[in-house]
């Protein structure tokens, strides 16, 4: 199973700041089949990323994902109010795992 | 739109059995697999269960396998789990996911609202 590390836990940041969110894969994810979700309290997740890098129908650019191999990260440019939420990665190349979760609060 | 709506959440006790059923409009259902993701109290996403586009080929994760059955009926646009041998630990939000594609290796693009089961005496 590909186990997925989440760093940080929990990030704390202000309104347009950049957030950086790092997902590592304990093996190698195949065709770089990582995703990206963001998760707010009482919600269903929604879909930001697939294929590492390709932001989903009706994501703002202001959401970048990149890497590839074993290491994935999400940027967040310029911090609008409504990006404070849990964002979970999750690897489907190999069936499906999600990350623990990074927790980006309003500092 | 793409919709996803969960039913059949309930409290039940340890050993129980349990069927949930989520029902999707807006798109061709036939055309996509289908998975269950769920969510215990305070915690982060598990994925459950995934079921091809014509139901022929299912995949369970280990914590599940041998209680939890996934099924569709392609007539009725509806995806169901059927869960039995109930634990504590199974106690969780419990959505039904889109998959992207029709075999259940892609990501999952849609996502309904949720149903809460709870396994407690």
């Known amino acids: 199973e590909t186990v997925l590390t989440q760093s940080p836990g929990t990030l704390s940041l202000s309104p347009g700041d950049r957030a950086t969110l790092s997902c590592r894969a304990s093996q190698s994810v ?53 990006d404070f939420a849990v964002y979970y990665c999750q690897q489907y190349g190999s069936s499906h795992t999600f990350g623990q979760g990074t927790r980006l609060d309003i500092k | 739109e793409v919709q996803l709506v969960e039913s059949g959440g309930v409290v039940v006790q340890p ?45 369970y994760a280990d914590s599940v396998k041998g209680r939890f059955t996934i099924s569709r009926d392609n007539s009725k646009n509806s995806l169901f789990l059927q869960m039995n041998s109930l634990r504590p630990e199974d106690t969780a939000v419990y959505y039904c996911a889109r998959d992207m594609g029709d075999y259940g290796d892609q990501f999952f693009d849609h996502w309904g609202q949720g149903t809460l089961v709870t396994v407690s005496s």
């Not at chain 2, 069927?19 to 993701?37: K, N, P, Q």
């Not at chain 2, 969510?39 to 995949?59: C, F, H, M, N, Y």
Request: net charge positive; proline share 5%; aromatic share 12%.
């Open chain 2, 15 to 59: 050993g129980g059995s349990l069927r949930l059923s989520c029902v999707a409009s807006g798109f061709t259902f036939d055309d996509y697999a289908m998975h269950w993701v769920r969510q215990a109290p305070g915690k982060g996403l598990e994925w459950v269960s995934l079921i091809t586009w014509a139901g022929g080929r299912t995949d």
């Open chain 1, 30 to 82: 195949s065709s770089n089949y990582l995703a990206w979700y963001q998760q707010k309290p009482g919600q269903a997740p929604r879909l930001l990323i697939s294929g590492a890098s390709s932001r989903a129908t009706g994501i703002p650019s202001r959401f970048t994902g990149s890497g590839s191999g074993t290491d994935f990260t999400l940027t967040i440019n310029r911090l609008e109010p409504e």
